[in-house]
């Protein structure tokens, strides 16, 4: 079945810790993104990469890091520099990058702060 | 900037009432527009899309149409089911130079009773 995981569902950040949430998929997409969704709000954009070895800025990029060394992986690290990490972490991809295919989303990371 | 801006919710139904979401959109140019849903502690998936003025999206009885003149994309559903209780995201994607983001409305979140 093709598709896109998350790993893990949830995970827990001690503070001064970074952490990386995983985000693979096996459509052959080109696009992928990570958003952050906070309780009652709509989705904002971290981080975006239209192909490997390149990657974007969203809107909000602060205390976030990426990487796109193979296709099918975008892994997101949380950093220390993140003060309010504590969201709903979804991943997305799709085929092309002219904003008219459909994104694919992930099931979601839930990072919670001990 | 383009941005998106939906009714407000919670929106509590009975179910095999109507259903309308209002969503309109600023934006340059001729984006293409979505409707997703979120199902609760899921990811998002695509519910219908519209990429050009006057096209009609239709998807498990949910229906959107493109209207360029009033900027709107609202979603109707003639019969609403318990099981459509989740959370609607509308959503406008960007062209290629910006690297084929969606821009989110806030969600509007429907329960249905029975």
């Known amino acids: 079945d093709g598709g896109i995981t998350q790993s893990p569902k949830y995970l827990f950040r001690k503070e001064g810790q970074n952490v990386t949430l995983s985000c693979e998929q096996n459509?052959?997409?080109?696009?992928m993104y990570w958003y952050r969704q906070d309780p009652g709000q709509g989705l904002r954009l971290i981080y975006y990469?239209?192909?490997?070895?390149?990657?974007q800025k969203g809107d909000i990029a602060e205390g976030y890091s990426v990487s796109r060394e193979k296709k099918e992986s975008f892994p997101l690290t949380v950093t220390s520099a993140q003060k309010n990490p504590t969201a709903f972490y979804l991943c997305?991809?799709?085929?092309?990058?002219?904003?008219?295919?459909?994104?694919?989303f992930g099931p979601g990371t839930r990072l919670l702060v001990l | 900037g383009n941005s998106v801006t939906q009714m407000e919710g919670p929106v509590t139904l009975s179910e095999e009432a109507f259903l309308t979401i209002n969503c309109t959109y600023t934006a340059t140019g001729y984006p293409s527009l979505f409707w997703y849903v979120q199902y609760p502690g899921e990811g998002l998936q695509l519910l219908l899309k519209a990429t050009k003025a006057d096209d009609k999206g239709s998807n498990k009885g949910f229906e959107a149409t493109y209207r360029k003149e009033t900027t709107s994309f609202h979603l109707e559903k003639g019969s609403v089911q318990v099981s459509d209780s989740a959370v609607y995201f509308c959503a406008l994607g960007q062209g290629y130079n910006q690297g084929g983001k969606l821009i989110f409305g806030q969600g509007t979140e429907l329960s249905v009773k029975p």
């Open positions: 997305a991809s799709s085929f092309g990058r002219q904003g008219r295919e459909t994104q694919y």
């Open positions: 990469s239209q192909i490997v070895n390149d990657f």
């Open positions: 459509l052959n997409h080109d696009a």
